[in-house]
């Protein structure tokens, strides 16, 4: 049986869209010399890898709108993967990540070319550098890639407001994950609700409402079908990043890419954390406030935090969420007028996303 993002073999097929497209950025930069590989090859590596979920919600908000399967909007569909590794390369500065999907993260690997070359200064400073500039690349190619999709010219004029407030909420959702991540608990930090707001903004409407809502805007879905695809997709966008964050915590490294517990090394003021604290005793609460966001959190470190995060409840309270979001995307399906097979895939897809272990 089929994953639901190899139906249409659209997986494969975004897949040779980005390729073909880094291929022709290579050949527009190639003027500026050999410097540039490195750069291009780690741009190049990240995206090889996904499980090209984005791309997939705009195809089928596409074709559950009646448009018609063709290279144009696969074209179309691709410029998603492109702008999440964009979100991602800025992310793993942000966060001080080590890794990304089982490779050393972007700017560790521009860091660590500095240091093999022998090259003047700070090797950190370069790599997150590099990182920042790829990743403002992937956001300039996100926007051709739309543009010269291919499709017509009303149809993306449709569907621009979209991808426009998609860029700009995402960005401003990037900036609440870091405040969150400052924000003392005396000063209002910490809470499930914002939280929960960071999720919107920073992961769920981008994962999942604004690819849907420029598929449907790109094929001419009336309001009331893009009303639909927004009631299915903000909660599924939201129920897919609490499973992230669950992985992040309880994930297995060999599946999720990520060293068990990074998420805890990073202080992620996640909804896992912020009902634990809410939850917990005071010896509890302490024992979070001290081993949450320390760098060098040890094995036993990461399990007396995941003890805490299951003992409250808090894990429950998540998982209970997942699937209660998952009911509210289940639900604005039925009788949203989006035609098959989409209605079908993007109801396999709300299993996908939220039982997933990678």
Not at 94 to 122: I, K, V, Y
Not at 142 to 166: K, N, V, W, Y
């Amino acid at each position: 049986m089929h994953h639901p993002l190899d139906v249409e073999d659209l997986r494969d097929r975004v897949h040779k869209a980005v390729d073909d497209h880094l291929s022709q950025q290579g050949a527009t930069l190639d003027p500026l010399g050999p410097d540039l590989v490195p750069l291009l090859q780690a741009i190049a590596d990240l995206v090889a890898g996904g499980k090209r979920l984005r791309a997939a919600f705009c195809y089928w908000g596409w074709r559950g709108a009646g448009g018609p399967d063709c290279a144009e909007i696969v074209q179309a569909a691709t410029a998603f993967e492109l702008f999440q590794a964009a979100a991602l390369l800025h992310d793993d500065v942000m966060d001080a990540s080590d890794t990304r999907r089982g490779r050393p993260a972007a700017h560790r690997r521009m860091a660590a070319l500095h240091r093999e070359n022998g090259w003047d200064g700070d090797a950190d400073r370069f790599g997150e550098a590099a990182a920042i500039l790829a990743g403002d690349l992937c956001l300039s190619w996100s926007d051709e890639l739309l543009s010269h999709s291919g499709l017509p010219a009303a149809a993306i004029t449709r569907a621009r407001p979209t991808f426009d407030l998609m860029r700009t909420q995402l960005m401003g959702g990037q900036y609440l994950d870091v405040l969150e991540q400052v924000l003392p608990r005396s000063a209002g930090g910490g809470t499930s609700e914002r939280a929960r707001r960071v999720i919107r903004y920073k992961s769920a409407k981008y994962s999942v409402e604004h690819p849907l809502l420029v598929g449907g805007r790109l094929a001419g879905a009336p309001p009331e079908q893009l009303a639909a695809y927004s009631a299915y997709g903000l909660p599924l966008g939201e129920a897919f990043q609490l499973r992230d964050d669950v992985l992040g915590v309880f994930g297995d490294p060999a599946l999720t890419g990520k060293p068990a517990g990074d998420d805890l090394r990073e202080g992620k003021r996640t909804v896992l954390v912020a009902e634990a604290l809410a939850r917990g005793s005071s010896a509890q609460v302490q024992l979070v406030e001290r081993l949450l966001g320390r760098p060098d959190l040890d094995p036993s470190g990461v399990a007396a935090l995941r003890e805490v995060i299951v003992d409250t409840g808090a894990l429950e309270v998540v998982e209970e969420l997942i699937v209660a979001l998952a009911g509210q995307a289940n639900d604005a399906l039925r009788g949203s007028g989006v035609t098959e097979p989409a209605l079908t895939v993007l109801g396999d897809l709300v299993v996908a996303a939220t039982s997933r272990t990678s």
